[in-house]
């Protein structure tokens, strides 16, 4: 479908005129992403801005949320006193489908256990000129990249796989709730300048390896830190070679290495599926003014020079991959991984096969996993383990079902799933092992944390392309490499797999199916929006309090996490989903899936009121209840993984201060921040080890609290001794105002 056409005009009539203007400030040819950046400045930059420290303030032309985070965040936005929002905005609901028995089903049951909040997203989206994707719809970034996506333009979204859209040219970031309300309210988005990573693409995809292996190659050597403030942009003639999906799916990963955004320039192969995705007007406009959503051509002949960081990749030579247990940047060339699942002692035997979501669920993915299929039943050979087929949207679905992929993967013992998240995100109710249980899984998802995809610290989940998995699905373990071991069908015959071929894209079309899109109202004025005050789903938010203009004292150290807090640890996901709107309900998960490095047990800690080892929700509302303040202390990268604002709305609602820890994941910093929590760094990371369990600390420095001005900690052990520690901190004056105020939202509101 056609949407923002408008907005696009627009901005491509401007676009020379902006570029032109900022080619003038930097007197230097420029990279793509900085075309970008410049020309969605909410007001023109006057000094050039410096990578990695100046701050700056945009204007996203679109926002996107799930339904998962869009519960807060249009609770929020409520709360702001605006009748519409100022940028076009999408809310898609594809979190709250739990995967068990299969499509039809599994929709079936949401739609009747999550009716009150679908109710509630719907009748908001209709009252604040928000447009709404029902449940089955498919997931946010496969509907954005089908229908919202456009080259050279710049959106946020409330998931940390928005960058997805960055296979279409566009520069999208997955942000928390917060930022999106400050867009949809009308206020600039706030952004550090972003230091610019490139990968030099050389050569084509040859045999087995796809586009998933590209993110899979950048990942081991980036790591899950090696991308933080920066944003990976794609170059070279190998990036030509890579269809938009495959762009999309690159660029999907790139949150895992905790890049800003990834993104690849404008090409045919993005004008071709604009048009095969009814956008034709879109593409001819982006064809007049192709110099404008690409770098500039003395960026790709000296790279060197206009990036921080520069990657260089021989797609021809490239392996396939797979990476993980539980960290996506633990990769394994596919020559080397039968010999790591031996050494490491990796559960053998592969439990489930899982493709699809958001991250590989396009046409040519499909039709790549169905060649696989197409072998196996030509041999006689079936899936030796549970098989699941997550479609990425209806539009694929129904595409998929009309010629023919979906069947043959069935036939070989798929399941097919509902147009929605599931495993990838925990939403998955499983019965073939139990909590505990080691076992291994192979998916095409994106993340692989321990318990994300199914609540369980023994499953140990590896990632690789869609075509990959189907292959091992076919082995029914890990000790395989279809580019040269061989499979014996039931009469003994012998069969060796070839590499996997496919469509770019439908020949007939893509069969859009049951669209499930629902504009809002043309007049809202009568819409009404209610929700119950008994509900366990929902709950009003109510005001953080202001900073009380002292320094903090007699502090405690709730939890001293070891080693990764992703937000998952902070805030489990899977049943948790269902009390996103609940502030106060979903604050039961928090920090249950930390290691506390004082004690044994997964997500405990000792209440120094009691002395009792107990949940950490339970002791920080003790804490609470007794005006005790806590802080949080951590390690490297605290907050990686999903954008969920929730991690930081948790801890601020049951009474935490502040995060103290040697480094932080973007969004997270940036989601603490805007809920009033402060969010400091250890000086001497070392200084992590002199915090005790029982320590009593202080925070001082805050009443001259300034930019660049560092903090002190004070720690009184319980002998009696004292260390201190300094403590740094990225805090600009506007989000100084924002702790002062209590809450980004506290201080929007009160300057109205």
């Known amino acids: ?278 956008r034709k007007e879109v593409a001819e406009l982006a064809d007049k003014i192709t110099d404008c959503l690409v770098p500039d051509k003395e960026v790709e002949k000296d790279p060197y020079a206009y990036y921080d960081q520069v990657i260089e990749i021989n797609l021809t030579t490239l392996e396939p991959y797979i990476n993980g247990p539980y960290s996506p940047d633990r990769a394994w060339k596919l020559s080397e991984f039968a010999d790591a699942v031996i050494k490491n002692e990796f559960p053998e035997k592969l439990s489930v096969a899982l493709i699809g979501s958001c991250t590989n669920s396009s046409y040519e993915d499909i039709e790549r996993a169905t060649s696989v299929a197409k072998q196996a039943i030509k041999h006689g050979l079936k899936a030796r383990c549970p098989l699941t087929i997550t479609p ?71 990632v690789a392309s869609p075509e990959i998995v189907i292959a091992f699905s076919l082995a029914g373990h890990l000790a395989f490499n279809p580019m040269k071991d061989t499979l014996t069908n039931d009469k003994g015959q012998v069969i060796k797999l070839v590499p996997p071929q496919g469509e770019e894209l439908p020949k007939n079309g893509f069969d859009q199916g049951d669209v499930g899109y629902i504009p809002p109202a043309e007049d809202s004025h009568q819409v009404q929006v209610a929700v119950h005050p008994e509900s366990t789903r929902l709950q009003l938010l109510e005001p953080f309090k202001a900073w009380d203009g002292t320094d903090l004292d007699g502090l405690r150290v709730l939890v001293k996490a070891q080693g990764k807090c992703t937000t998952d640890h902070i805030s489990p996901a899977g049943k948790w989903l269902k009390f996103r709107g609940h502030l106060d309900n979903i604050s039961d998960n928090m920090l249950t899936g930390a290691v506390n490095a004082f004690r044994e047990e997964i997500g405990q800690g000792v209440n120094l009121l009691t002395g009792q080892i107990e949940p950490f929700p339970k002791v920080a509302r003790a804490y609470k209840k007794g005006d005790i303040g806590w ?99 990225t805090y600009n004056e506007s989000q100084i105002a924002w702790f002062k105020a209590g809450s980004a939202l506290n201080y929007f509101n009160r300057k109205k």
């Open 1 to 278: 479908m056609l949407f923002d056409i408008d907005t696009i005009k627009k901005l491509y009539s401007e676009l020379p005129k902006r570029l032109k203007a900022a080619r003038v400030l930097v007197s230097r040819p420029l990279t793509l992403t900085e075309k970008i950046l410049y020309t969605h400045a909410a007001i023109p930059f006057q000094e050039v801005p410096i990578r990695g420290k100046t701050y700056a303030d945009f204007a996203p032309d679109r926002v996107a949320m799930q339904d998962a985070t869009a519960q807060m965040a249009l609770l929020q936005f409520a709360s702001s006193g605006k009748k519409q929002t100022a940028v076009p905005t999408t809310v898609h609901c594809d979190h709250l489908i739990l995967a068990e028995d299969g499509a039809k089903e599994d929709l079936e049951r949401a739609n009747h256990d999550s009716k009150e909040v679908f109710d509630f997203l719907q009748s908001i989206s209709n009252k604040f000129g928000i447009g709404f994707w029902k449940p089955g719809a498919g997931i946010i970034h496969q509907v954005v990249l089908e229908n919202y996506a456009f080259p050279g333009g710049m959106m946020i979204g409330t998931d940390s796989h928005t960058p997805n859209a960055g296979g279409l040219g566009m520069l999208a970031v997955g942000v928390g709730g917060a930022d999106a309300v400050d867009v949809m309210a009308g206020m600039p988005w706030e952004l550090k300048f972003p230091k610019i990573i490139g990968v030099h693409l050389s050569g084509k995809l040859q045999g087995w390896a796809s586009a998933k292996d590209v993110i899979l190659h950048v990942a081991g050597i980036l790591t899950v830190r090696g991308g933080t403030g920066a944003i990976i942009e794609y170059f070279g003639e190998g990036a030509h070679t890579i269809s938009c999906t495959g762009k999309g799916t690159i660029c999907n990963m790139g949150a895992e290495i905790g890049a800003t955004t990834s993104l690849f320039p404008y090409d045919s192969r993005m004008s071709d599926y604009l048009k095969a995705t009814g």
């Open 631 to 729: 802080v949080a202390i951590g390690e490297e990268n605290y907050g990686e993984g999903s954008s969920r604002e929730h991690a930081a709305m948790e801890p601020r609602h049951l009474g935490g201060r502040a995060i103290i820890v040697k480094s932080f994941a973007r969004i997270h910093e940036t989601n603490l921040k805007k809920q009033g929590m402060l969010a400091l760094t250890f000086n001497d990371p070392a200084d992590y080890d002199k915090i005790q369990e029982e320590d009593v600390l202080s925070i001082k420095g805050l009443t001259t609290f300034a930019q660049g001005k560092p903090l002190t900690l004070v720690i009184l052990h319980a002998d009696g001794a004292e260390d201190r520690a300094l403590l740094n901190h």
């Open 392 to 462: 990425g949207s209806e539009q694929i679905r129904a595409t998929i079902q009309r010629d023919g992929q979906l069947s043959i993967l069935e036939e070989i013992g798929g399941l097919v799933l509902a147009n929605a998240c599931g495993p990838c995100i925990g939403q998955w109710k499983r019965h073939d092992v139990n909590l505990g249980e080691k076992n291994s899984i192979l998916t095409s998802y994106n993340r692989n944390f321990s318990g994300r995809n199914d609540a369980n610290p023994g499953t140990h989940s590896f």
